[in-house]
């Protein structure tokens, strides 16, 4: 299984990005996204599971919308307006089955890609 993030860079406060996650296996239905900032723990930011059900993490609710297109298998982080305490590396995890519930809790996950930086200036 192999799941390759995209979209990261550098980008100003307020400003916004696209990130995208390509997975090879399509039968893993539950996805989410962490985030990991130096010297952090990391942090579930936003989960979808096989019915369309998100979750967010309290710090990025109206900011961050997680989606999927299940034909192209992609997962997607639409992040709009960016603000500096978002730097960090993302990454995208994927597994066949999370309850609704745990979408946001890392160990619920089997596969995960490598990540992509992203960097936001005040």
């Known amino acids: 299984v192999e799941l390759e993030e995209s979209g990261g860079g550098s980008v100003q406060a307020g400003g916004s990005l696209k990130l995208s996650c390509n997975k090879s296996q399509s039968t893993l239905h539950c996805m989410g996204w962490f985030r990991q900032a130096p010297g952090k723990e990391p942090e579930g930011v936003a989960g979808?599971?096989?019915?369309?059900?998100?979750r967010y993490a309290d710090s990025v609710k109206g900011r961050f919308t997680i989606s999927k297109d299940n034909d192209k298998r992609i997962l997607y982080l639409d992040v709009n307006p960016l603000k500096s305490e978002d730097t960090a590396m993302y990454y995208c995890?994927?597994?066949?089955?999370?309850?609704?519930?745990?979408?946001?809790?890392?160990?619920?996950?089997?596969?995960w890609g490598q990540g992509t930086q992203v960097t936001v200036s005040s």
């Open positions: 979808i599971d096989l019915a369309g059900r998100t």
């Open positions: 995890a994927a597994d066949w089955r999370v309850f609704p519930d745990t979408l946001l809790n890392s160990g619920q996950y089997a596969h």
